[in-house]
T-cell receptor, first 114, second 113 residues
Framework: DSGVTQTPKHLITATGQRVTLRCSPR?????VYWYQQSLDQGLQFLIQ???????AKGNILERFSAQQFPDLHSELNLSSLELGDSALYFC?????????????FGPGTRLTVT | AQSVTQLGSHVSVSEGALVLLRCNYS??????LFWYVQYPNQGLQLLLK??????LVKGINGFEAEFKKSETSFHLTKPSAHMSDAAEYFC???????????FGAGTRLFVKA
């Protein structure tokens, strides 16, 4: 158990809809990362937050947005969903520089868009 | 810019044989390097990491990796494969003070009985 929790585990929704994925980092970790994993694209970095502030952006679509709240949990919002958004979405967390940015991954949310 | 290349999307070995998974990186500054493993239907977990110091690093489950700056490589090895090692393995690179970790495309390891 990595200590990172993600809800829900599975999500099935229709095209055009909007969903919110939630992540709680390990206790004390300030950084949260979001990744998308699909068969054709592999593991893609989406976005990173550090202590409530956006720190780095990867291949995140404009239809997607994220935030990190004062209690350090994070939410990834996906809107106007398309079939191609079906994927596993992982959240990871890491602490300060003392652990050299190693990341601890949650179990993922499997999103199916029909 | 940093990048990671994992040679071979699939590697198949027999149980008891040597495991060698290749990773080459590109980085303009001394990198921090990681290997992660992903078992089916699970998230990634850290196998081992190189930051500074000894270039041969040991990780969990008998895996080790050697940082070779001259070859810009960080290959993962295990002397004797076990059936439970069947999984997908990801090499990753982060620059000190950097904000992004770049993951390789992954190598799926198959272990034959």
């Amino acid at each position: 158990d990595s200590g990172v929790t993600q809800t829900p585990k599975h999500l099935i929704t229709a095209t055009g809809q909007r969903v919110t994925l939630r992540c709680s980092p390990r206790s004390g970790d300030l950084s949260v990362y979001w990744y998308q994993q699909s068969l054709d694209q592999g593991l893609q970095f989406l976005i990173q937050y550090y202590n409530g502030e956006e720190r780095a952006k990867g291949n995140i679509l404009e239809r997607f947005s994220a935030q990190q709240f004062p209690d350090l949990h994070s939410e990834l919002n996906l809107s106007s969903l398309e079939l191609g958004d079906s994927a596993l979405y992982f959240c990871a967390s890491s602490g300060d520089s003392g652990n050299y940015y190693e990341q601890y991954f949650g179990p993922g949310t499997r999103l199916t868009v029909t | 810019a940093q990048s990671v290349t994992q040679l071979g999307s699939h590697v198949s070995v027999s149980e008891g044989a040597l495991v060698l998974l290749r990773c080459n990186y590109s980085s303009s500054v001394p990198p921090y390097l990681f290997w992660y493993v992903q078992y089916p239907n699970q998230g990634l977990q850290l196998l081992l990491k190189y930051t500074t110091g000894a270039t041969l690093v040991k990780g969990i489950n008998g895996f080790e990796a050697e940082f070779k700056k001259s070859e810009t490589s960080f290959h993962l090895t295990k002397p004797s494969a076990h059936m439970s090692d069947a999984a997908e393995y990801f090499c990753a690179v982060t620059s000190p003070g950097g904000f992004k970790t770049i993951f390789g495309a992954g190598t799926r390891l198959f272990v034959k009985a």
